[in-house]
């Protein structure tokens, strides 16, 4: 009886011992979450880009 329950210990002590593997684990990369500009910045540049041209043509 003693040597059923030393070979029981025994077996649940080497099941443990191989539950892993010898991969590398794989890590996700982190999600990156980009702010959306509001949509009056967009007709900002443009606007000021034809307010110089128009400068330089009128003078």
């Known amino acids: 009886m003693k040597k059923l329950v030393l070979a029981a210990a025994l077996t649940a002590a080497a099941s443990t011992a191989f539950a892993g593997s010898m991969a590398d684990p794989v890590i996700e990369?982190?999600?990156v979450m980009e702010e959306a500009a509001s949509?009056?910045?967009n007709f900002i540049v443009p606007l000021l880009l034809i307010a110089?041209?128009?400068?330089?043509?009128?003078?």
Do not use: L
Request: proline letters at 7%; hydrophobic letters at 65%; a negative charge.
């Open 29 to 31: 990369a982190p999600v």
């Open 39 to 41: 949509s009056s910045s």
């Open 52 to 59: 110089v041209v128009a400068a330089a043509v009128a003078d």
